[in-house]
């Protein structure tokens, strides 16, 4: 598969595991023949996948795209979740942007540029969360701490999406869970008539 490490670049000159290079490969399969996804494949490239077990014996990919990437990405990213979970098997494909954390003890070159505030840990994590559940709009939260001092998020996501995503719920909070290791429940909220 040598024609598909273009659509796959790690950091350092890593090379690419054999997930990596089946992702890959499949993006460039569907570059060489969708029609509507040709032309903005072209220019994409990924930088990393894994692959997260859920509750139910299933697994869900998540393809790690450059953060540069990711807005072209999120533009086909319903398209092309569905062709790629048909090419895997029926497992839950999500696109996470590639983000760096940077300590609060980080130093730049010049004094006085305080860390930018989409570096923290919280902004890091925010952005995953919305990452994990795009194109469905996240419309309220909250925060429940529980006596034992253990805290869960609870996300509502937009109710006219529940066709779309509500077999997803589960392996939504299962990824975020093993990317951050917070317990975050995902749900609609319920509808008044």
Request: glycine share 4%; net charge positive; charged share 30%.
């Amino acid at each position: 598969m040598p024609t598909s490490n273009r659509k796959i670049v790690k950091k350092n000159g890593l090379v690419p595991t054999q997930l990596e290079e089946r992702v890959a490969s499949a993006l460039l399969d569907l570059e060489n023949t969708s029609k509507d996804l040709s032309g903005e494949l072209k220019s994409l490239y990924i930088s990393a996948v894994k692959e997260v077990e859920l509750q139910d014996k299933r697994s869900a990919l998540l393809v790690f795209v450059p953060f540069n990437l990711h807005k072209k990405f999120k533009a086909i990213q319903s398209r092309l979740t569905r062709e790629l979970e048909k090419k895997f098997n029926d497992k839950h494909v999500l696109f996470i942007a590639q983000r760096t954390v940077l300590s609060k003890s980080y130093k730049r070159k010049s004094k006085g540029q305080p860390r930018p505030r989409s570096r923290t840990l919280t902004a890091v994590h925010q952005a995953i969360l919305d990452d994990i559940c795009y194109p469905t709009q996240i419309v309220g939260k909250r925060t429940i701490c529980k006596i034992d001092g253990k805290k869960m998020l609870k996300v509502y996501l937009d109710p006219k999406d529940v066709k779309d995503c509500d077999d997803k719920l589960k392996t939504f909070g299962s990824v975020y869970k093993a990317l951050t290791n917070k317990v975050v429940e995902f749900m609609f909220p319920s509808q008044e008539d």
